[in-house]
């Protein structure tokens, strides 16, 4: 499947990378010369070592392990090696880094370790359309001429798919997210705004913007249509991307899964360069999704100890409002099966 | 099987709580409105989180799920829930907290995780008078009328079946326990007091009661036979508790399993009413069996690593004193099966 | 397997003893009355404590069992514990500790744990003289007179048989260790001490002894030959013994496994007797090899993360000059079988 890893503008020049953890693998994610993304498995080819341990930095023109130094140039072909030219047989496209295929959309690098990856459009873009309606309607963002004004990374004690789970409803929202039902009062009704085609839920009356106190937000995305002005769209891009629309920002969810009971949460928030660039205070902006991350990671980590208890042995209940997460169980159940 | 977990007085008032772990499942005990003790799984029935995840507190009249706000009366009963009168076919007793088997004795709460609970009787009963060759001799000590003086709680790294074994025999007091031998001298024979049918391990000549320095105890507690009287009587009831009495207190040992080589024991030390309400120093008191815990736990811990060495595959040796031991084995035996 | 456990010298007299770890056992190693060194098994043959939790120690006569005061004798033999007499049956010997087989060689206690071990000759011995091409050519150097100058213990985060690659090929050499291919110029060519039978790696020409800075040793080793002097011979004794000579010191590094990624080294670096009596200073011969050490140890634990990498499952590439490593991984596999 699709995995979402990197924002392309963290790769601003050729050479500049990052690694990140894909299920058990380190992948390495870097700008080629030509300016293309690329990812290799973030292994040498020769005895197995991690080519790069920090999460992320910028090399010249090549990748050289620092065992024994065979060095990959940014295609990842073999390019150098001790003694390499009294080693005729050995091929230096066949003993490239191994390659992971890339795609770029909303500003962000996707990989797919599979050898013969879904179609992208079949897998991301549909998800989009599934929920929104129409593609158009996210390109109206502009996503990927956004700029990135914070970026926070939670540490979960819970699996991937309680977080899922928890993103695709709104039944806690009542509960456990009071200042956001203040912005979105349908939220209070615990309709998410996932759970009708094309639906963004409407900001209160007496609200100004999407933050944490409802004062005014920052500059408006110009292609925001006038429907979408003064209203919230959540997205979930199975497995592991969130993608939330309001007027004047993007907030965007990477999840890491890093043990059955542990995933890392990288949160973006997106807004017009210029209002980064101007150095706008996005505190107020900021702080509402924090505080929702917050509250909703806590509740998943209260869930996850009991996920073995015997009581819950055949899962809980849906509630009516809850109905589209038994589509989820149903999807996790076929890639398992 | 029966598992013993909270001191009744713990449970103060209607509404008091307390959350214990028994195998690897969370329970939740409290006491209903109409002052009966109730114990439930302690995982929500909609979506499975904790319902509460504090050791202790205490509640009005609710337990509330924080995730999604289902709500519980003290009894388990589902009484309500965001949107619950749209779920016509939602049963309120059947979606109620799952209900955990309770008894009181001794003054404390045992529950039964089993769906249909060996006989108390047959069970934690026949193992006292197995070892006392009849119950009165424990009921003269009035168990549920004593108050806790002191509570130690240890984390002992070692498995609880070590822990049991080290309790039922003495063979080891000469070794590691010089104060108790010096309070009861025939323990210096490595006889434990458990090897035969209805005896209690004497006091020296020169002890005045059962304290660290053999000074005298406090009030003596009525009801205490002449017979019992400077005497000491030690009860294993398989599989987590352990009851000492002497003349003028009882300690109760309750042992946690939490992992295969860590036990959590709590042990509680007993008064007569008057005497945990006057003050009157206990130190000398809860200090010799402190000590005695300590040995024992530190014998058990350098014990646990070495259970996987080759040279135990077979186990070790029993010698004539520690053969009732054998019958601990066989009775481990039969469980796993 | 033969595995070199402790340095003779440190069990000083009869009853200094040491615990060590050898595979998930811990085994005692001590010196008896007579002289001669004893290893056991570091149980308890009752109910299998602990017998010692330190590393080293001494006793006077006796290992005696803290938790029920069985008591054994140097030579293991069970010679008193309480009521023993009235334990007829009990045969002294039959229930001594458990004895592992035991040889001393260049002054280091070497042990095994089969119960039918190998012959030393075959496995130990035969190691050294197929590296070196016969064995006078290690006697050369007494090993078993000189003493411990100096004693670093590494703890490694990386499985023992990347330890061992690791240090059986010299390809890495020119890229890690730019002190040692200073030292010895050859190295920068990636062909190992080892790889040729009987070969030692030459000192550079301006090279006046084995230290960080190359300049001159302390007093050479008096039976080094004129071939040996100005040279470094390395040997690996599989599966966790490497041997490094040099005329003036020999540094002999012992590996524990500990867990799958988890390897302790203790390294010696040893001298004559009055170079380390006379208190030379001994830190530029000392860091050369222990930056050797870090140098390794850290590719060994940048490569111990990706072990478990799809694309390295079927290992990586072995270039020419490391073409004996694969006689390890097949000697490995014959082993696990």
Request: aromatic letters at 10%.
């Amino acid at each position: 499947m699709w995995f979402c890893v990197v924002r392309s503008s963290d790769l601003g020049k050729p050479g500049a990378f990052k690694t990140v953890q894909v299920g058990t693998e380190s992948i390495l994610v870097t700008r080629a010369r030509s300016g293309a993304v690329r990812a290799f498995y973030n292994v040498c080819r020769h005895r197995g070592a991690t080519i790069r341990t920090e999460e992320s930095g910028e090399v010249k023109r090549t990748f050289q392990c620092p065992y024994h130094a065979w060095t990959y140039d940014l295609d990842g072909k073999l390019i150098a090696a001790p003694n390499l030219t009294k080693m005729a047989d050995l091929d230096r496209v066949e003993y490239g880094l191994v390659k992971v295929h890339v795609r770029e959309w909303l500003g962000y690098v996707w990989v797919c370790l599979a050898d013969d990856p879904p179609s992208f459009e079949d897998d991301v873009l549909a998800a989009v359309t599934e929920r929104l309606g129409a593609l158009d309607l996210i390109d109206n963002y502009d996503v990927p001429s956004l700029e990135v004004g914070r970026r926070i990374v939670y540490d979960v004690q819970a699996n991937w798919k309680l977080i899922i789970e928890n993103f695709m409803e709104c039944y806690h929202c009542a509960t456990i997210h009071p200042e956001l039902t203040e912005v979105l009062p349908e939220f209070a009704d615990g309709y998410a705004a996932q759970y009708f085609v094309g639906h963004g839920a409407e900001f209160g009356d007496e609200i100004q913007g999407f933050t944490i106190d409802g004062s005014a937000g920052v500059d408006r995305i110009p292609g925001v249509s006038e429907d979408q002005d003064r209203r919230y769209y959540a997205i979930t891009i199975k497995p592991q991307v969130f993608v939330n629309l309001v007027p004047d920002h993007v907030i965007l969810h990477r999840m890491f899964p890093m043990a059955v009971d542990r995933t890392v949460v990288e949160c973006d928030w997106l807004y017009l360069p210029g209002v980064v660039a101007g150095g706008k205070d996005l505190d107020k902006s900021v702080e509402l999704f924090h505080r929702v991350n917050e509250q909703d990671f806590e509740a998943c980590e209260r869930t996850q100890p009991r996920m073995s208890s015997r009581t819950y042995a055949k899962g809980g209940v849906l509630v009516p409002s809850e109905h589209h997460i038994g589509a989820f169980h149903e999807w996790v159940q076929d890639r398992i099966g």
